[in-house]
């Protein structure tokens, strides 16, 4: 409750120029650690670290004392992350029970998946969380454990992605009636499962840059649907809510479908894991919904006669923000 209740209170400042849009923009991403052995007691390794407020994080990777690299690591540098790849060789004992340590993890809000895949074909996910900053790796992980993993992502992911949390937080000022609201998010669900699904599993493909840009049009043009609808003007969200709810959560699906495929999927348990990511994601906006509408319902109680421009600044507010993340992503072309 106390992190939703941050994230209102990071947008309700950023109306008044106190927060970093652009840093919230690409702050939400977690860290991905990859280890696949590929002969007895060799793996390969995949480090990937996200851009944190526009610049490259400052995470590193420690391995075990056993552990020595057979190749250099190899950095690559894209729009939004760094990604490392190495081949490794550890002793006769393995990585079983071996601590692996993420250093300047606590002094960040990032979390990092760790994968990891045994000669045998068995997988094994677990989170690593500022708090503790490392991992002593264990045998594969049951479905219960990925279960629980990738329900957490998802609604952490939610809950750190201000893109996505804006565009809600418009439908909810834009909708009213319990019956349209529930109909219009049951729309944007489903929309965005389609989707994620569909780029997850590869039978969509679209750029992820493009996909971002316009997903900060699409909160642009709610913002311009409030704005209206204040005045009095008709909106077409207000009237056929369901409708636009829909078209853009299929957009805001290749959103989160971008996240899942930076961090990646267990091999073994793929349908299981995108469900529960999904699963999360869906919690972490239910929630998210829920807080805004107790708020909402705290300030009818007060029964004050705001002026017209209080009425109109979640308006300006939240166009602003996506005006300045569309820019943003534009110019990262």
Do not use: C
């Amino acid at each position: 409750m106390q992190r939703i209740l941050l994230i209102l209170v990071s947008i309700i400042a950023s109306y008044v120029g106190i927060s970093d849009s652009a840093a919230l923009a690409d702050d939400s991403q977690p860290a991905f650690l990859e280890i696949k052995e590929t002969t007895p007691n060799r793996y390969t390794v995949v480090w990937r670290t996200p851009n944190v407020s526009g610049k490259r994080s400052e995470l590193g990777l420690q391995l075990p004392e056993t552990v020595r690299n057979l190749t250099p690591p190899v950095v690559r540098e894209l729009p939004r992350s760094k990604v490392e790849r190495r081949l490794i060789e550890t002793d006769a004992a393995g990585l079983e029970g071996k601590r692996v340590t993420i250093t300047g993890l606590e002094a960040t809000s990032i979390e990092v998946l760790v994968r990891i895949e045994f000669g045998t074909g068995a997988t094994t996910t677990s989170l690593i969380r500022p708090s503790k900053p490392w991992l002593v790796i264990e045998g594969p992980r049951n479905a219960w454990q990925i279960t629980w993993d990738y329900t957490v992502l998802g609604f952490e992911h939610i809950l750190s992605g201000f893109d996505h949390l804006l565009f809600v937080l418009a439908l909810v000022l834009i909708i009213h009636g319990t019956r349209p609201l529930l109909l219009s998010i049951t729309a944007f669900t489903l929309a965005h499962s389609i989707t994620l699904a569909g780029a997850t599993l590869g039978v969509l493909s679209v750029p992820g840059p493009p996909v971002e840009a316009i997903i900060a049009l699409s909160i642009i043009f709610l913002a311009s649907e409030l704005a209206k609808l204040n005045r009095g003007k008709p909106s077409m969200t207000a009237n056929y809510p369901w409708i636009v709810a829909f078209s853009f959560g299929l957009l805001h699906g290749l959103g989160f479908a971008g996240a899942l495929a930076d961090v990646g999927l267990p091999q073994h348990e793929i349908p299981l894991a995108l469900l529960m990511f999904n699963i999360g994601v869906e919690l972490g906006q239910l929630v998210f919904v829920s807080v805004v509408l107790v708020i909402m319902a705290s300030f009818r109680r007060l029964r004050a006669q705001w002026p017209f421009w209080v009425l109109q600044l979640p308006a300006y507010g939240i166009g602003s923000i996506a005006s300045l993340w569309f820019i943003e992503r534009v110019s990262g072309f």
